[in-house]
């Protein structure tokens, strides 16, 4: 199994500052064949389900705000939140597909300080 | 806008079959080529696929289940089904479906079901 590593676990921002999330995968998600890291990054808030944000690492789901934004390639990636809105109180789970035994990470809990 | 719910039994005996069905409204289920996905989350764990079904060929299943569920897809009903069978404390969890966008590798899973608490006890 691909094992995803989140650091930090919490995470307290304030308003408009910048909120930084890393995932760490024991192995490359990155596909030679076609250059693309097979990394997503999910949003959950309280009593919802998981919600896409990113895919390919840097690729933002329609409607996803562009104050989120991914990088990172082969095992090292990073959501970044550039302006930290109320709204985006949440925990947030990287998962690789990569290997279709799909694995996530462990969550991080970001929280307004 | 596709819509996924998650129904079955929110009370399972240990030992017991646990039956989930997954209804899709607002779009076909075999419309397009998605793979439709049971996920589980633990309280306290990380979430955990459990398996993947198309609406032809053979389901996908995580090894760590693999003897122990089944998932099948209904297309005239417009839904898929988990069981999970022999079902002990360790399964208590939300159990969510959702839809997988295929790629040349795997999926990521674009639309949710709200989910659903599945506890095991006598």
């Known amino acids: 199994d691909i094992v995803m590593t989140q650091s930090p676990d919490s995470l307290a921002v304030s308003l408009g500052e910048r909120a930084t999330i890393n995932c760490k995968s024991s192995q490359s998600v990155l596909y030679n064949s076609d250059s693309k890291n097979y990394l997503a990054w999910y949003q959950q808030k309280p009593g919802q389900p998981p919600k896409l944000l990113i895919y390919?690492?840097?690729t933002r789901e329609s409607g996803v705000p562009d104050r989120f934004s991914g990088s990172g390639s082969e095992t090292d990636f990073t959501l970044t939140i550039s302006s930290l809105q109320a709204e985006d109180v949440a925990i947030y789970y990287c998962q690789q597909y990569y290997s279709t035994l799909y694995t996530f990470g462990q969550g991080t809990k970001l929280e307004m300080k | 806008q596709v819509q996924l719910q998650e129904s079955g039994p929110g009370l399972v005996k240990p030992s017991q079959t646990l039956s989930l069905t997954c209804t899709v409204s607002g779009g076909s289920i075999s419309s397009g080529s998605y793979y439709w996905s049971w996920i589980r989350h633990p309280a306290g764990k990380r979430l955990e696929w459990i398996g993947r079904v198309f609406t032809s060929g053979t389901p996908r299943y995580n090894p760590s289940l693999k003897s122990r569920v089944a998932i099948s897809v209904d297309t005239s009903r417009n839904l898929f089904s988990l069981k999970l069978n022999s079902m002990t404390a360790a399964d208590t969890a939300v159990y969510y479906c959702a839809r997988g966008v295929p790629t040349i590798r795997g999926n990521t899973f674009d639309i949710w079901g709200q989910g659903t608490m599945v506890t095991v006890s006598s």
């Open positions: 390919w690492a840097s």
